[in-house]
């Protein structure tokens, strides 16, 4: 994304996405659906009801001081840290009350992480 101030062109990077690990590691604990398995590239496979598409995701997902780092060096003014994409699936394969506590603790990361 581009926009304009005082003729300088400013580079807005919109595809940076981050994703709490104990989230995952809370989800590798149910033994039902949805579930998450730990993978062999260090991140992992999202398992949700039947019919659903399982998600794979890999270590970097998870390191935010080595993404911030990996974010820095490319030179954009501006990056804009997106969490869910795909994931969002995983708040409807709760039950609701399940997937409003979800909502919360993935909001409560995300804040964190966005203030860092």
Known sequence: MLWKQK????????????WPREIFE????????PRAER????GYNYVGHEGRPSLNSWT?????????????????EVSVVC??????IYFSDLLPEEGRDAA???????????SK
């Open 7 to 18: 003729n300088i062109m400013r580079i807005v990077d919109s595809h940076f996405h981050w």
């Open 26 to 33: 809370e989800l590798c604990k149910r033994s039902g659906y």
């Open 39 to 42: 993978n062999s590239r260090g």
């Open 60 to 76: 970097e997902w998870f390191d935010l001081d080595r993404q911030l780092e990996h974010m820095d060096g490319l030179g954009h």
């Open 83 to 88: 969490s869910l994409g795909p994931f969002s």
């Open 104 to 114: 919360m603790m993935w909001n409560e990361k995300m804040a964190g992480a966005q």
